[in-house]
């Protein structure tokens, strides 16, 4: 399986700023994907990330809000922009080879906002 | 329907014992059921996976049951250890368009196991 590398791993940030996390992977993947993780809940999608294609958002997520990088078959970036205390989460990135059926997770970015 | 609901939340166990936990879907286009391991401070790895022709499937100390008609699958978790204590999410996916396997999450349910 992929090893994803995942950085910052935390960070503290103040409000109305902006954080881009950045998503390594050791191989080329076609799919890559951006969760939100809140403390001691489940993960949500925020949005699916195609090289050479706009990302797709889940519903309750925006560009605006969220711009999603994806510049080659290794690498993507997310940004949180004009942060709030809400946006205070575990944001994880995640890979699935074609034809494969489990999800590999990098170690995620814990972010709070003050 | 998309929802995978899994319970308990949270479960304490005796080192040795069993861990059972349980998940239930309603969308019969799953086609694969994994379940998903996290530690404090790291992402979710994947565990164990059955996909639904088969009733169970065993790996170590780890087993998920799978129940087609009622539609719901478990994990157990056999001899318990104190490095057992993680937090685990059932899940079931489909293939979405581009050809990937779309997943959605249970709610997660956090393991103790003392010694």
């Known amino acids: 399986s992929a090893v994803i590398s995942q950085k910052p791993s935390r960070d503290i940030c103040q409000r109305g700023t902006s954080l881009t996390i950045q998503c390594q992977v050791d191989?080329?993947?076609?799919?890559m994907f951006w969760y939100r993780q809140q403390p001691g809940q489940s993960l949500t999608l925020i949005a699916t990330?195609?090289?050479?294609?706009?990302?797709?958002?889940e519903s309750g997520f925006v560009i605006d809000k969220f711009p999603i990088s994806r510049p080659n078959l290794t690498f993507s970036t997310l940004t949180v922009s004009n942060m709030s205390p809400e946006d205070s989460s575990i944001y994880l990135c995640?890979?699935?080879?074609?034809?494969?059926?489990?999800?590999?997770f990098g170690s995620g970015t814990r972010l709070t906002v003050v | 329907q998309q929802q995978v609901k899994q319970s308990p939340q949270s479960l304490i166990v005796q080192k040795g014992g069993i861990s059972i936990i349980n998940c239930a879907y309603e969308n019969t286009a799953f086609d694969y059921f994994p379940w998903y391991q996290q530690f404090p401070g790291k992402g979710p790895a994947l565990l164990i996976a059955?996909?639904?022709?088969?009733s169970e499937k065993k790996e170590g100390r780890f087993t998920i049951s799978f129940n087609k008609s009622a539609k719901q699958f478990s994990l157990h978790i056999m001899d318990s250890q104190p490095g057992d204590s993680a937090t685990y999410f059932c899940?079931?996916?489909?293939?979405?368009?581009?050809?990937?396997?779309?997943?959605?999450f249970g709610t997660g349910t956090k393991l103790q196991v003392i010694p």
């Open positions: 059955i996909r639904p022709d088969v």
């Open positions: 899940a079931a996916s489909m293939r979405g368009s581009g050809g990937y396997q779309k997943v959605t």
């Open positions: 191989s080329q993947v076609t799919m």
């Open positions: 990330a195609n090289q050479g294609s706009e990302a797709t958002y």
């Open positions: 995640s890979v699935i080879h074609r034809g494969n059926y489990g999800y590999t």
